[in-house]
């Protein structure tokens, strides 16, 4: 089967390299799904799982926005962070969401910083949700 190289990075480097058959995600446009030989594109993403296929299997990679830009024979994701489901701290991603969870019932009452909470929620609950998928 075809492949594509797929390759994930952050500002404190790579995350992840490998070949994939198949790569899935959303962007800001709704979900993406590219194989190899796709036409080159740019898309913002949103915070989501990467879901690449890999000799079969899926691998998930939790990222927190960034962008994903397509060559017929590479894919890179640019993205502020990036956890593969086997590196994330579960415990640390159960607290940050009971962080944003109770900034987020404080904050409502003076709307300060709300989005800034909910966007730390929507990170905290994409972490857990790409640790599940690592048995």
């Known amino acids: 089967m075809k492949t594509i190289k797929v390759s994930v990075v952050t500002p404190d480097g790579p995350v992840y390299d490998s070949d994939v058959e198949m790569v899935s995600t959303k ?29 079969g299997k899926m691998e998930f990679i939790a990222v927190s926005g960034g ?3 397509v060559r017929p024979d590479q894919v890179t994701i ?10 994330i ?4 991603a159960l607290r940050a969401k009971e962080r944003a969870e109770q900034r987020m019932r404080e904050q409502k ?8 909470a909910e966007l730390a929620l929507q ?7 790409v640790s599940e998928k690592r048995f």
């Open 67 to 69: 962008f994903l830009e």
């Open 27 to 55: 962007a800001q446009s709704g979900e993406l799904g590219v194989l190899p030989g796709h036409i080159p594109m740019v898309a913002p993403l949103q915070i989501g799982a990467v879901r690449l296929k890999k000799e």
């Open 78 to 87: 640019l993205a502020q962070s990036a956890e593969t489901a086997s590196h």
């Open 123 to 129: 990170r905290a609950i994409n972490r857990l949700a």
């Open 109 to 116: 009452a003076e709307h300060i910083d709300f989005r800034r």
């Open 89 to 92: 701290d579960v415990e640390r």
